[in-house]
């Protein structure tokens, strides 16, 4: 059964800190991993990444993926109070039109 | 910029009245889905459209069905509402097929089944 794995599953940090979000996956015939990241209401896409180790960027936020290890990361930096968020890590197998999602890993960001 | 909208945004149901939650898109998108998202558990599928007239089962399919008649809009239903159905209903479509990323979602239905 194909699934994907979060962790951890919440976390709390203070303003300035890095954080480091885990999404492991096993699904047959892996397409691609996404990233959500969901605030009040609907989440919005953050990232989709394809092949291993190349580090998608945007501002103080990267991920990067490792298909043979089966993981991806989420890493953010100089974290401020607007990151607090549920993060959540989908992926997409081959031949399909369903996104798998993980139960998300609930950042909250102290001042 | 509509999007994807979700209709109704609130709803209180008592057990075993029926209900039906619409989700329109104005982005032509072929593919339509509709998840629940409970605390802790993610975002989980309940059923899917790859186009006009299809339909499929997810991940939670029991006590749900859906219809598909116009591309723009999926239809979820519920024909006996259970306490275990209330959550956060989310409607998303996609761009084209599988491969390419990014889904959009609505803002969510909050349903609560007393």
């Known amino acids: 059964e194909d699934k994907v794995v979060q962790s951890p599953l919440s976390l709390v940090v203070h303003e300035g800190d890095t954080v480091t979000l885990n999404c492991s996956y096993e699904v047959t015939n892996f397409r691609s991993l996404l990233w959500y990241k969901q605030e009040k209401k609907a989440p919005t896409f953050l990232f989709m990444l394809t092949s291993s180790g190349i580090e998608k960027k945007s501002g103080r936020l990267s991920s990067i993926l490792d298909k043979k290890e089966l993981f991806s990361i989420l890493n953010i930096t100089a974290t401020q109070t607007g990151d607090s968020a549920i993060y959540l890590c989908?992926?997409?197998?081959?031949?399909?039109?369903?996104?798998?999602f993980g139960s998300g890993t609930r950042l909250l960001v102290r001042p | 910029n509509a999007g994807v909208t979700q209709t109704p945004k609130f709803r209180v149901l008592k057990t075993g009245q029926s209900m039906t939650l619409l989700c329109a898109q104005d982005m032509n998108h072929e593919y339509m889905y509709w998840y629940r998202q409970d605390p802790g558990m993610g975002l989980r599928l309940i059923h899917y459209?790859?186009?006009?007239?299809?339909?499929a089962k997810g991940e939670v399919p029991d006590g749900y069905n859906v219809s598909r008649l116009k591309k723009q809009n999926f239809l979820l239903g519920l024909e006996s509402a259970a306490p275990s159905q209330t959550s956060v209903y989310f409607c998303a479509s996609i761009r084209g097929g599988s491969g390419t990323g990014e889904l959009f979602f609505g803002e969510g239905s909050r349903l609560t089944v007393l």
């Open positions: 989908a992926v997409e197998p081959h031949s399909s039109y369903k996104l798998i």
């Open positions: 459209s790859v186009g006009e007239g299809t339909t």
